[in-house]
Nanobody, 123 residues
Framework: QVQLVESGGGLVQAGDSLRLSCAASGRTFSRMGWFRQAPGKEREFVAV????????FYAHSVKGRFTISKDNANNMLYLQMNSLEPEDTAVYFC??????????????????WGQGTLVTVSS
């Protein structure tokens, strides 16, 4: 059974840093990523890391501030978030997938999802 469990969310001030963690179990995946969803908005892509070569890709809004990484030995995915802004406030979801021919920046490119962890950035 596949499980993705996020942790690390919380309330921080603008400019602070936060690290999200995602514990994956049940299998390995071709790619793992982070999405977020703010109140009243659609779920949006944040970052992805592929298993092959460890290639990473970021949304323009977080590039240079967020870093996605993976501990393969423990099957943990991380999202280091620096210089947080109020606009980063959202529920953050860990996602994993292995289907081919899909778009990595689309939620439809992922078969498995965590329950989400709330990040609130105050101004």
């Amino acid at each position: 059974q596949v499980q993705l469990v996020e942790s690390g969310g919380g309330l921080v001030q603008a400019g602070d840093s936060l690290r999200l963690s995602c514990a994956a179990s049940g299998r390995t995946f071709s790619r793992m990523g982070w999405f977020r969803q703010a109140p009243g908005k659609e779920r949006e892509f944040v970052a992805v890391r592929t298993a092959s070569g460890g290639t990473t890709f970021y949304a323009h809004s977080v590039k240079g501030r967020f870093t996605i990484s993976k501990d393969n030995a423990n099957n943990m995915l991380y999202l280091q978030m620096n210089s947080l802004e109020p606009e980063d406030t959202a529920v953050y979801f860990c996602a994993a997938g292995s289907a081919i021919g899909v778009t990595m920046t689309s939620p439809y490119g992922y078969e498995y999802w965590g329950q989400g962890t709330l990040v609130t950035v105050s101004s």
